[in-house]
């Protein structure tokens, strides 16, 4: 069994040098127990907080030990009544092949039907960054029928289910992203109305003028998962009473500061903005997956992936989807 474990902290941006790569025998299983071979890991943004010690929003990963992460895959051994041989199932198997885990205790491992659904998209829109992007939309933004709604890192995990969901409720939407591929493939594929390349406004007047042209009648929600110039630009832009969810601030993660430059305007404009965290929310997961899987299964949803190969391979595909070189939702393929 393959594993990369966290072996000594990022000083600054993360590097390849942060992880280890070993391997291990599984051990023999206990009653209860169910072992699973994962087919593919997912590669998330929040996994770069965990690096570190400090305070972030997800918790410091102890050095030594296997990198956390959700994994779908496939039982291939089980000493539990409810799983079988074969049944494909979703957990947070962490970067390694195989995954021993408790089946009695609730919430680590959940079935899934793989009939109208790819297996790799629980991992996705059918998963944690769909709920995501759900939660934010419904229970914070609240979006009316002709509203205008923004999402930053447009064409990823959590912005391609926002869209989605986002047209489906009536709303002008439009995206954020960096490059005109991602740009083309937002609007042509994505459903987005219009889309903003970030790179071709690399500054708050720029992107500001950008957003006013977008988005003719003002900005009414605004979904971030980036933080820096484009929240500033926004809140330029938002008309009174717009909701911001606050979802990440991927352009700080590796430790460059973020400065809001003029936090009057939240006053002004009278902004509501509310952080959140998926996983406290567990209670609107089966409404959003229903929803989510809906629209993936009539193809009304249709997620890119970037896949990376081999465990390996983890580590690098990792850094790059944190300089965006992913397109879609990052996943690495083990088997
Ligand atoms: P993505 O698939 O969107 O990948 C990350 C993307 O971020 C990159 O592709 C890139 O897109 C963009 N990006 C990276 N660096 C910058 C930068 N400096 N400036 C602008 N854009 C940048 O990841 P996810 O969909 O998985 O996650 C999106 C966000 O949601 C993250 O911030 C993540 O932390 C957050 N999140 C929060 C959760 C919560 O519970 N609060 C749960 C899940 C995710 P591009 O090339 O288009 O710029």
Request: aromatic share 6%.
């Amino acid at each position: 069994n393959q594993q990369i474990l966290l072996d000594n902290r990022p000083q600054g941006e993360a590097t390849a040098s942060n992880f280890k790569l070993v391997a291990t025998d599984t051990p023999p299983l206990q009653d209860g127990q169910v072992l699973v071979r994962h087919h593919y890991l997912s590669l998330d943004p929040y996994m770069r907080g965990r690096m570190n010690d400090s305070k972030s929003y997800a918790a410091s990963q102890p050095l030594g030990e296997v990198m956390i992460g959700g994994t779908v895959g496939e039982v291939v051994e089980s000493r539990h009544p409810k799983y079988a041989v074969g049944d494909k199932v979703v957990g947070m198997g962490g970067w390694q092949e195989y995954s021993v885990v408790d089946g009695n205790t609730p919430g680590l491992l959940r079935k899934v039907d793989t009939t109208h659904v790819p297996l790799s998209h629980y991992l996705g829109a059918v998963g944690m960054p769909g709920v995501t992007a759900w939660y934010g939309l419904v229970k914070i933004i609240d979006p009316k029928p002709g509203q205008t709604m923004v999402v930053s890192a447009a064409t990823g995990a959590v912005g391609s289910a926002f869209a989605a969901l986002a047209k489906a409720r009536g709303c002008r939407v439009v995206g954020i992203a960096g490059g005109p591929e991602k740009c083309r493939y937002a609007t042509e594929e994505l459903g987005f109305d219009a889309c903003i390349d970030h790179r071709e406004h690399p500054d708050l007047k720029s992107m500001a003028r950008a957003l006013k042209e977008a988005c003719p009648d003002g900005i009414d929600g605004f979904f971030e998962n980036v933080g820096g110039h484009i929240l500033d630009a926004v809140l330029l832009r938002a008309n009174a009473f717009a909701r911001i969810a606050l979802c990440g601030m991927i352009a700080g993660y590796d430790g460059q500061p973020l400065p809001l430059q003029n936090p009057a305007l939240i006053l002004i404009n009278r902004v509501k903005i509310e952080g959140f965290i998926v996983s406290e929310h567990m209670e609107v997961w089966p409404e959003a997956l229903k929803e989510l899987g809906t629209l993936v299964a009539t193809g009304k949803l249709r997620p890119r992936e970037s896949v990376a190969q081999g465990l390996a391979a983890a580590p690098e595909a990792f850094l790059g989807m944190l300089k965006g070189k992913n397109f879609g939702k990052q996943l690495v393929k083990l088997v």
